[in-house]
C-alpha cells in the first residue's frame, strides 16, 4: 500500500475512533448536561396540555424553548403542597430538556456550578475568573431545527469562548482575552465540531491532490491524540468557574495561536461599579449595581464604561433605566413559533434629568447591551465606540432568564429577544 492509501486508511480508522468518542461523549453529556438532542420530539406526552400551552390548535408548531418555558411555567402555576416529589429525579428531567434545546444561552448547571453563578451574579467570583460561551457548528444546529435525518452529531461538539474576562480575577492577570476559545485544560483536549470538519476536509483534499498524505497522517495523529485524553464540554464550566483553590494549565486559541497559560483559582470581590470618583466609571450590572449607580450620580459620573460585559441581572438594569425614565414600556420581549410579545416595563421614580455617555465596544452584551439599546434610543445616553472599534449594538439582544430548583441546581434559558421601543443609528460603530 503507498503512503497516500496508508494516510487515508490511517484517516478513516482516525474518524472511526472519533465517532465512538462522539457515542462516548453524549453518554457522558446524558450525566454531565442532559440527553440527546432527539429527547424533545416526542412531544405527545403533553397532548392534552398542547392548547393551554401554545393558545393555539394543536396544528401550531411552538420552538422548544418556546414549548419548554411555558411547560415550566404551568408547573409553577400547578404545583400544590404538600406533594411528595423526588428532586433528584425531576431535576434530572429539567437537565435533559435544557439540554435538548442545544441552545448555548440556554445551560443546565448543578447544585455546585449554580450557586457558583450565583454568587458571580453578585460579583462574588470564584474559579479563574471568566464567562463562558457555548458556540454549536450553526449549520448543523440548523439541521435540528429543521428535524433533518441527517444530523451528524460529531458536528454538535461545541467551541467554547471565553465571553468575559474579570477584572482584579487571575484570568486578567495571566492575560486570557475575551474572544480565547478553550483548546486544552490540564491534559485533556476539547474536540470540536471544527477540528472533525477540518480533518475530513484535509483528507477530501489529499484525494484530490491539494494536500499530501504526510499532512494527513500528522493531522489523524494528534487527532488520535486528542481523543486518548479529552474533557467533555459539559465539564468545562465547572473546572473554570467552581473552586477557589489550586491551578490550571489552559491552552487557548487566540488570533489563530494556540497559547500556554498557568492560571490559579481564587475567590475576589468585583464590584458592581468602580471608579466612583473617576471621570468614567466601569459598570457591571451585578446585584446592588443600583445603589452604587445612585451614589455614582451623585459624585457627578457622568460617563460609563460597558465593555467587556457580563449576562448582568435584568432587574438592577431595569432599575437604573427607572432612574432616567421612570414608569414606562421601553421595549418588548419576542419569541416565535407562534410570534408573542411580551411587553417589557419598568417602574420607579425618575431622579435624573442630565443624559450620560457610554463607551461601548462588540463585547457589550446581556442586560448592559439592552441598557444601552433603551438608554441611547430614549435620547439619555449618548455612545462612543472604544477605540474605533466596528460594532452594531442595534441587533436585538437575546432576552435570558435564570431558574432555580429545589435541589439547589438551576439553569438559564432564553425565552426571546429583546426588541427596544426606539432604535437608534448611534448604535452602529464603524472601524477608524
Known amino acids: 500500500m503507498n503512503d497516500f492509501g496508508k494516510a487515508v486508511f490511517a484517516t478513516v480508522a482516525v474518524i472511526g475512533c472519533v ?42 408548531a411552538i420552538s422548544d424553548e418556546a414549548y419548554f418555558y411555558e411547560v415550566t411555567e404551568l408547573l409553577r402555576r400547578t404545583y400544590v403542597d404538600p406533594v411528595n416529589v423526588d428532586y433528584k429525579m425531576s ?39 471568566v464567562e463562558l460561551s457555548y458556540d454549536f457548528d450553526e449549520e448543523t444546529i ?8 441527517s444530523v451528524d452529531p460529531l458536528l454538535l461538539l461545541p467551541e467554547i469562548h471565553i465571553s468575559a474576562v474579570l477584572p482584579g480575577t487571575p484570568a486578567e492577570k495571566a492575560g486570557l482575552k475575551v474572544g480565547d476559545e478553550i483548546r486544552k485544560i490540564d491534559d485533556k483536549f476539547l474536540i470540536t465540531a471544527t477540528d ?38 459539559g465539564k468545562v464550566r465547572e473546572k473554570l468557574t ?17 497559547v500556554k497559560f498557568k492560571v490559579n483559582r481564587a475567590s475576589v470581590v468585583v464590584p458592581p461599579l468602580e471608579g466612583i470618583n473617576d471621570a468614567t466609571a466601569n459598570l457591571k450590572f ?24 457580563t449576562l448582568g441581572d435584568v432587574t438592577e438594569m431595569k432599575n437604573i433605566l427607572a432612574m432616567f425614565l421612570g414608569e414606562q414600556e421601553v421595549g418588548s420581549i419576542v419569541s416565535d413559533k407562534p410570534i408573542k410579545r411580551t411587553p417589557v416595563t419598568i417602574t420607579g421614580r425618575k431622579s435624573e434629568d442630565s443624559s450620560i455617555h457610554l463607551i461601548v465596544d462588540d463585547t457589550v452584551r446581556g442586560a448592559a447591551r439592552i441598557f444601552t439599546q433603551v438608554m441611547v434610543g430614549s435620547g439619555m445616553a449618548t455612545v462612543e465606540f472604544a477605540d474605533g472599534s466596528k460594532g452594531d449594538l442595534s441587533e436585538p439582544a437575546k432576552w435570558i432568564e435564570v431558574f432555580d430548583l429545589p435541589d439547589g441546581s438551576g439553569y438559564t434559558l432564553r425565552t426571546g429577544i429583546f426588541e427596544p421601543k426606539n432604535v437608534s443609528a448611534q448604535l452602529v460603530g464603524e472601524a477608524q
Open 242 to 258: 467552581v473552586g477557589t483553590v489550586g491551578s490550571l494549565d489552559i491552552t487557548v486559541n487566540s488570533a489563530g495561536s494556540d
Open 196 to 233: 472533525i470538519k477540518k480533518l475530513r476536509d484535509l483528507q477530501t483534499k489529499v484525494t484530490e491532490g491539494k494536500a499530501t498524505a504526510d499532512e494527513l497522517r500528522k493531522a489523524s495523529d494528534m487527532m488520535n491524540e486528542m481523543i486518548k485524553s479529552n474533557l467533555a464540554p
Open 91 to 129: 431535576s434530572g428531567a429539567v437537565r435533559g430538556m435544557i439540554s435538548s434545546l442545544l441552545d448555548p444561552d440556554s445551560q443546565f448547571m448543578n447544585e455546585e456550578q449554580f450557586k457558583a453563578f450565583q454568587n458571580f451574579r453578585h460579583g462574588k467570583i470564584e474559579g479563574i475568573g
Open 19 to 60: 465517532a465512538a468518542y462522539g457515542g462516548g461523549y453524549f453518554m457522558r453529556t446524558r450525566v454531565d448536561m442532559g440527553s440527546t438532542p432527539n429527547t424533545f420530539q416526542n412531544r405527545a406526552i403533553f397532548a392534552s396540555n398542547e392548547d393551554t400551552l401554545s393558545g393555539v390548535s394543536g396544528d401550531t
Open 142 to 149: 440548523k439541521q435540528v431545527r429543521e428535524k433533518s435525518d
Open 286 to 309: 451585578f446585584v446592588g449595581a443600583s445603589d452604587e449607580m445612585r451614589q455614582a450620580l451623585k459624585s457627578g459620573v457622568k460617563a460609563f464604561d460597558l465593555r467587556n460585559s
